[in-house]
């Protein structure tokens, strides 16, 4: 597939790079005790330290530094065993300290990489370049009153990763590719909840043009993009302007721009800085993090299982298609739910009910998979049911049905309600004859060989039956009989 746009003056091929800052999930800051809850009221969570009063020490949160590690090692990550926090120095209204604590030379991870899954079935691997610890700034807020800006430090001081990718991408969508996976593998490991809407995980696009092969081009960097279909939008609205800039001439200008969610376009916001501007420098108040392996070894351990490694390990073991795989593996808990329903059972079958009745009713519901009327052993026992004929599958999803209104047991609606195969030959026989004296004319035509008409009689005896006789069984009896 190429990824190459045409202009009026030949093609463009986009070069993007994403940072992204994950809110380590924690209960408290990166550097004091204080809350990390989102949308508490304004102000309720700032220490002594967030708040920057003179004389204060920061004091490093050991659970957030392990955070970062966890991440590192579910991006196949190096582990850098020395790392150093370093003031970024600027000056902000919601920056009481007038830097930032961060890392900068010496991330507390190194290189690593994101395997992307594309449409298409086609897989890519995304090189993160590093991610480093630092701390969030407060927020400012322009649009309570109208001459007034407030400042609301409970975000101040919270711990976040940035996680900055290598300028791999090429189409936005590989750029959406690679924040689900990123996202996907945060909450699989508990390090952030991935939450964009709330803005627990911010990403800022970089992004620029080349003629196919040649050298990379100026980027801009936009920020304020807050879900993945803005960062989609914000990418083709850059491309677009940039492409103007370059087609008539004139050169791309490295800038920080904003991306309006409102009007739909990026504007400029600032000059990008570069590094020297910031005046970065070792932290006086915190000494370099020193890890030994065994330390690294043991966080190692802990990890779950990733969604490639259940990608990969549903399509072998239980033979689904990667489609399958890759909608129950999108989320852990529904992953935890199919194969507990799975036990015991076919496998395919089973997530053929995970992915379109059950994902479809709690879609329909607007439920979570957690907020389930069915759970995962109720599931299991419905397809063993079908499994060993109990019941059919049409029948299977009434009482799926009922399932999902009264969180009953399959097998308590099968009984109460008589619902039930009928797998008695005698009976069956006693319907299909029924149903042949019933309809003489209709025997007449198909023994003239109108043989179309077999569905009709097959639709009279599950009609007759209310469903109860198995398919397989009545269409053998009534082959027989009809010859
Ligand atoms: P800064 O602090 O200046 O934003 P970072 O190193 O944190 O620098 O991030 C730079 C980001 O820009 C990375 O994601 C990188 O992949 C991306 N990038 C670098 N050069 C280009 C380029 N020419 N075109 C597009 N993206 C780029
Ligand atoms: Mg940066």
């Known amino acids: 597939m190429s990824n190459l746009i045409k202009g009026n003056t030949g093609e463009w091929e986009m070069v993007i790079g994403l940072e ?23 102000n309720t969570q700032v220490s002594l330290v967030d708040a920057a009063m003179p004389g204060m020490l920061p004091v490093i949160n050991e659970y957030c530094i392990e955070q970062a590690v966890r991440t590192g090692l579910g991006m196949n990550a190096k582990i850098n065993l020395h790392s150093v926090f370093e003031r970024k120095n600027y000056f902000y209204a919601d920056l009481p300290q007038g830097y930032q604590i961060s890392q900068y030379l010496h991330p507390v991870v190194g290189l690593g990489e994101i395997e992307i899954d594309m449409e298409d079935g086609s897989t890519r691997k995304i090189g993160v370049t590093r991610l480093h610890l630092e701390q969030d700034a407060g927020k400012s807020i322009h649009d309570q009153h109208p001459t007034k800006s407030f400042v609301d430090l409970n975000r101040s001081g919270c711990a976040l990763m940035e996680i900055v990718s290598e300028p791999d991408m090429r189409s936005p969508e590989e750029a959406a590719a690679y924040l689900n996976k990123l996202r996907m593998i945060l909450r699989y490991l508990g390090t952030c909840d991935g939450n964009m809407e709330e803005g627990s995980m911010r990403c800022d696009v970089n992004l620029s043009l080349r003629r196919p092969g040649e050298e990379y081009g100026t980027r801009t960097e936009t920020k304020n993009v807050n879900s993945i279909r803005a960062v989609m939008m914000s990418i083709e609205y850059e491309t677009q ?35 020297h501007d910031y005046r970065y420098f070792p932290c006086p108040d915190l000494l370099p993090l020193e890890f030994d392996q065994a330390y690294v070894d043991k966080i190692k351990a802990t990890l779950p299982e990733l969604p490639d490694q259940k990608k990969h390990r549903f399509t072998q073991e239980f033979g689904l298609s990667l489609y399958d795989a890759s909608v129950l593996i999108a989320e852990q808990n529904r992953a935890f739910y199919f194969e507990e329903a799975a036990k015991g059972n076919d496998p395919k079958l089973t997530a053929n009910w995970v992915i379109n009745e059950l994902l479809g009713a709690l879609n329909k519901a607007g439920l979570d998979l957690s907020e389930s009327p069915v759970n995962a052993k109720q599931l299991g026992q419905l397809v063993a049911r079908i499994s060993d004929n109990t019941i059919s599958g049409k029948i299977a999803k009434d009482v799926f049905a009922i399932m999902v ?56 005896v599950m009609k007759k039956s209310g469903g109860k006789i198995n398919p397989a069984a009545a269409n053998e009896l009534l082959k027989k009989k009809l010859a």
């Open 20 to 42: 992204v800052h994950a809110q380590v999930t924690a209960q408290s800051k990166l550097f004091s005790g204080a809350a990390t809850e989102f949308g508490a009221e304004p």
């Open 241 to 275: 302007r940039q492409m103007e800039v370059l087609e008539s001439g004139g050169q791309v200008v490295q800038e920080t721009r904003l991306w309006d969610p409102n009007k739909l376009e990026t504007r400029s916001m600032r000059s990008k800085e570069d590094a």
């Open 405 to 460: 209104e009264t969180s009953q047991d399959p097998d308590t609606i099968i009984e109460e309600k008589g619902l039930k195969q009928v797998t008695d030959t005698g009976a069956i026989e006693k319907i299909v004859d029924e149903v042949i004296a019933e309809n003489p004319k209709m025997v007449e035509e198909y023994r003239s060989g109108k043989d179309k008409l077999f569905g009709f009689f097959v639709g009279q």
